[in-house]
């Protein structure tokens, strides 16, 4: 049953990301416990990561729902991204995560001394698993922000400790995303997707997989799948069209299309309802066929980010992962650069039992596997993740400053792979697969193609 407060107050919202000037973080991303893109120190390094950020700026997911749900129950609500908020707000809501946690904790502590008649609090999965870092909130969501906004939230005074999050949302009751008040004209994904105003949604929460035993996904969002119906999520595309000037919009879903009706549901409600729009998805490539691929191109799909994360059949047992069978992976992506759907590779160098060895050999399996752009990252262990407890026990965590935690460093303690190693290694899975002359050149060729008028 959803419930309505009585009283009206004004609340913000907080990202401390651009307040301290760190555009190389991204809260939405990693199940919501952020990544923070960093390269190592030297000058190409830097480049990589200004590049990066000056690409890549998505809207936190969360907050955007919580800011409509709380608008339509009467609420005022403002966001604030770049500076603490200067006025008096009822409640503050900080967007918490593993990259900013020691940030997010100082800006709550300057807020709650200005304001010291309003409640300071987090969402997010990481506050929730690490209340002991954020001594200075007055409450902490444990459990999706949107369903407790929803269907608990009654009293101001209810926000006092952990609130833990009596059950899930039904993807169908969230409200069709309103960025208002949010910097939508900013928000971009290049060159994966490049129509601005570029926005995103959610389709679908949850992932049953096995890999789950490192990925914050289902940690953050259960391994049932949810699913919002395809009229929902075609009305959602209509507004925010309308609203917005959208051009092109980022589905969300940890794992798009896991019920296999939904490509063509959607498919043929955007198009029938013409609310066409170039979109992207995150999938696995089994879950792709060439059949789905077409149906999903006409209505609009231009992008799809496939985790193929090893192609070493031992590593990825150890770590609970599926391969994909390699020849259908090839021809997955063949068939959408052929169509022109773009395709992202996510790659994850460190994983338990990678060895130098194993780790250039990916790096060069990387290399011929034709995406248009790949994603190496480090593998990481998230509280709350099997991964995470297994080495916690063990004793094998290099540290626990969690601002480490951010897909770029080395934090486990496994075999013989030393930090040095692994940042020396990820660079070079960079520059080897983007310092290529083809590489460079369809890139340019295609940022170009994006500004032209036609
Ligand atoms: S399939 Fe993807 S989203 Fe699901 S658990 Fe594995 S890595 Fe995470």
């Known amino acids: 049953m959803r419930i309505?407060?009585?009283n009206k107050m004004k609340i913000s919202i907080v990202d401390t990301r651009n307040i301290f000037g760190l555009k190389s973080i991204n809260k939405d991303l990693n199940g919501s416990y952020g990544t923070q893109d960093y390269f190592g120190k030297s000058l190409i390094s830097k480049i990589f990561e200004k590049l990066r950020a000056k690409a890549v700026f998505l809207p936190h997911l969360t907050?955007?729902?919580?800011?409509?749900?709380?608008?339509?129950?009467?609420?005022?609500?403002?966001?604030?991204?770049d500076q603490i908020p200067k006025n008096h707000y009822d409640i503050f809501i900080i967007i918490g995560s593993i990259?900013?946690?020691?940030?997010e904790n100082k800006i709550a502590?300057?807020?709650?001394?200005?304001?010291?008649?309003?409640?300071?609090?987090?969402?997010?999965?990481?506050?929730?698993?690490?209340?002991?870092?954020?001594?200075?909130?007055?409450f902490i969501i444990d459990g999706e922000a949107e369903a407790f906004f929803l269907y608990q939230f009654n009293d101001f005074n209810d926000l006092e400790g952990v609130l833990k999050v009596e059950k899930l949302v039904n993807m169908e009751d969230l409200p069709s995303p309103d960025y208002s008040g949010f910097p939508f004209k900013s928000f971009r994904y290049r060159p994966i997707l490049n129509q601005s105003p570029m926005l995103s949604i959610q389709?679908?929460?949850?992932?049953?997989?096995?890999?789950?035993y490192y990925c914050t996904y289902p940690t953050s969002q259960g391994k049932k799948v949810r699913q919002r119906s395809a009229n929902a999520v075609v009305n959602d595309i209509i507004f925010m069209k309308k609203k917005f000037g959208m051009r092109s919009l980022l589905f969300r879903d940890p794992i798009f299309g896991i019920n296999k009706e939904y490509p063509f549901l959607l498919s043929d409600q955007i198009?029938?309802?013409?609310?066409?729009?170039?979109?992207?998805?995150?999938?696995?490539a089994d879950l792709l066929t060439k059949v789905n691929l077409s149906y999903m191109y006409k209505a609009g799909l231009r992008s799809i980010n496939?985790?193929?994360?090893?192609?070493?059949?031992?590593?990825?047992?150890?770590?609970?992962?599926?391969?994909?069978?390699?020849?259908?992976?090839k021809d997955i992506i063949n068939y959408c650069n052929n169509i022109g759907i773009k395709v992202v590779g996510f790659f994850i160098i460190g994983m338990e039992g990678d060895t130098i060895d194993s780790i250039r050999n990916m790096i060069d399996f990387s290399l011929n596997q034709k995406t248009f752009i790949a994603r190496f990252s480090v593998s990481t262990p998230y509280p709350g993740t099997e991964y995470f407890d297994f080495l916690d026990k063990a004793n094998l965590l290099l540290n626990k400053d969690y601002q480490n935690y951010n897909q770029f460093k080395l934090v486990t303690n496994q075999g013989k792979l030393r930090s040095i190693d692994i940042e020396e290694l990820l660079l070079e899975a960079y520059k080897k697969y983007y310092l290529r002359i083809d590489k460079i050149s369809s890139l340019a060729l295609d940022q170009l193609?994006?500004?032209l008028p036609f």
Not at 65 to 74: E, F, N, P, S, W
Not at 311 to 327: D, G, M, P, Q, T
């Open 4 to 6: 309505t407060p009585s």
């Open 306 to 329: 496939i985790g193929i994360e090893t192609n070493n059949i031992e590593i990825a047992k150890k770590n609970k992962r599926k391969l994909i069978e390699s020849e259908h992976q």
């Open 203 to 212: 389709s679908s929460r949850g992932c049953p997989y096995s890999c789950g």
């Open 271 to 284: 198009i029938k309802k013409n609310a066409s729009i170039y979109w992207g998805i995150e999938t696995r």
């Open 99 to 103: 990259v900013d946690q020691k940030n």
């Open 63 to 81: 907050s955007v729902y919580v800011a409509t749900i709380l608008r339509a129950q009467g609420h005022t609500v403002n966001f604030y991204f």
């Open 109 to 138: 502590g300057e807020l709650r001394k200005k304001f010291n008649k309003s409640k300071v609090g987090f969402v997010g999965p990481f506050p929730a698993k690490m209340p002991s870092l954020y001594p200075n909130a007055d």
């Open 449 to 451: 193609k994006s500004y």
